[in-house]
């Protein structure tokens, strides 16, 4: 008896060890983290003090232009301490922002919502290249992973680019969203009578 007493002692001492936290994974807009909804729930799960991973969060952007999308990772320790990892913004905010563009296509593969040339992309790559899953990596590797994000935000990546013809597209692409936007309304609309 005393022995599987021991052992099950031994087991306790590890399963204690193991850390069984997860890590939150989400985006927080630079030097816009605030304790309300969705983030003050996130880390209320997980025991982190609110107000203070606000304040260091905010503190670490203050040099980010604000509402910059940042994915951001914490882990948390059992002394309810964490470890606040913030990489570069997503690959698909480098490329719209390159595009000039608000947002993606609605329909990728079909529809193109903007452009970008390769020196774009070889720019955005060496950016990217300092995030910590990707410094290990080539640049081609990392413009490979970025011609496929720009693929799907239906955005083309062309050698030469004329402002002047950009802007004539892009303006022709302002009415299109402006339709898009529209058709989208007018089905909120007939859902909300349906299930009104």
Known sequence: MSKSVA???SMKKVADKIDHSSKLRTNIPA???AAGPPLGPMLGQRNINIA????????RTANIKPGIPLPTRVKVNADRSYQLTIHQPPASYFLMQAAGVNRGAMNSGNEI???????????????KQQ?????????????TMLIATARTC??????????????E?????????EEQKKMLQEKREAKMLRTA
Not at 113 to 127: D, M, P, R, V
Not at 131 to 143: F, H, T, V
Request: proline share 3%.
């Open 113 to 127: 919502c903007g452009k970008i040339t390769l020196k774009h992309l070889y720019e955005i790559a060496k950016i």
């Open 52 to 59: 203070t991973f606000c304040k260091d969060f905010n503190e």
């Open 31 to 33: 030097g816009m983290a």
């Open 7 to 9: 052992r099950l002692k």
């Open 131 to 143: 995030d910590p899953p990707l410094e290990w990596r080539s640049l081609k590797e990392i413009c």
């Open 169 to 177: 597209f892009l303006a022709e692409r302002k009415q299109v969203v």
């Open 154 to 167: 239906g955005i083309q990546i062309v050698e030469k680019l004329d402002a002047k013809e950009y802007g």
